[in-house]
């Protein structure tokens, strides 16, 4: 991220719209605990130590969400900033090799209107635009930490976007499952059709070739949408380890063989062309999303409001 409060923001976000380079990957689960927040930690520390400008937009509200792992204290987060409380290098987190930007409380205000009310005026509107444009300013990757989906179908904005979409699977009967119901239901419901897959917690390559080709068989079948194998992460101990420790396991233990898979993943992103969707999706559709979901959530209160008047 790069701070530069002379930046004009129509011409910051026209360079985002017409050029975006940054590349963008959303991390999912079909339930929580199998992994996602520790596969996008050691991601991103991975990708960091490969010398790339890594932020994590972190939409997780739940405890035990990713500045909690890391030891990382949030004084503000895009709401505030959204609310004009603070300026955004007060919300951005620095630690551990790549920026955090807790995002939770702003993804929820975008997405929902309580009431009929909108969560968003729009000069908060404007502030959040004007933010992901900045934040994203010399990024090369943007992960996405998603909050858990059960029951809804895109909780992040990026879910609809060009951004890459990474299923961490783990290699167990109810992950799996979890994980082709997630699928399933992203991919019936016309969100996404083409999903990157991580299995987490294998035995060895095997048997993470085991569990993705199972899925990508019923997939074939039943499901207009296609898995590609993005590789696995071994069980590991050294990663609760880590957790323990407040850091990745990139960093507290480099030799570790999670560490070396992180870092084969890491490159493996790399190498990916970003497609003609992507180029013209990643940060720019994020924020296009989140203010077309603001639109509808202002078309909805006016809905309202009109529809008690006429009561």
């Known amino acids: 991220m790069r701070s530069d409060s002379g930046m004009d923001q129509a011409e910051g976000l026209r360079r985002l719209l017409v050029c975006n380079q ?40 739940n405890p035990n969400n990713l500045p909690d792992r890391l030891g990382l204290s949030a ?22 090799g790549f920026c955090v930007l807790p995002a939770a409380r702003a ?7 309580e009431g009929g009310l909108v969560t968003l005026k729009h ?10 444009t900045e934040a994203s300013d010399g990024v ?16 992040s904005s990026s879910l609809v976007s060009g951004a ?24 019936t419901e016309n969100v996404r059709q083409q999903f990157e897959i991580v299995v987490n917690k294998a035995g060895n390559e095997k048997a993470a070739m085991t569990v993705f080709e199972n899925m990508a068989a019923v997939t074939r079948r039943n499901l207009p949408a296609h898995l590609e194998y993005f590789g696995y992460i071994p069980f590991d101990d050294r990663v609760n380890y ?5 850091k990745s396991v990139v960093e507290a233990f480099p030799a570790a063989v999670s560490t070396k898979s992180y870092l084969r993943l890491s490159q493996k ?31 909805s209160a006016r809905s309202c409001e009109t529809s008690g008047a006429n009561v």
Not at 167 to 183: N, R
Request: glycine share 6%.
């Open 107 to 113: 993804i929820q205000a975008v997405q929902r209107a």
């Open 123 to 132: 000069e908060e509107q404007q502030r959040l635009k004007k933010a992901l």
């Open 164 to 187: 890459a979409l990474l299923v961490v699977v783990e290699a167990t009967p109810s992950g799996i499952t979890e994980s082709y119901a997630l699928i399933k239901r992203l991919a």
């Open 269 to 299: 992103l790399l190498r990916v062309p970003m497609q003609q969707d992507e180029a013209e999706g990643g940060v720019s559709a994020i924020i296009q999303n989140l203010m077309r979901q603001v639109s509808q959530s202002a078309a």
């Open 75 to 96: 004084k503000y987060d895009l709401l505030d900033v959204a609310q004009g409380k603070c300026k955004l290098r007060d919300a951005v987190l620095t630690g551990r």
């Open 140 to 155: 090369d990757v943007m992960l996405v930490d998603t909050a858990a989906l059960a029951g809804k179908t895109a909780v």
């Open 22 to 61: 940054t590349q963008v990957i959303t991390v999912v689960a079909g339930k929580a605990g199998v992994g996602r927040t520790s596969a996008t930690i050691n991601l991103a520390a991975a990708l960091a130590h490969s010398g790339k400008n890594v932020l994590v937009l972190d939409e997780n509200h």
């Open 242 to 246: 880590a957790t323990q420790l407040r």
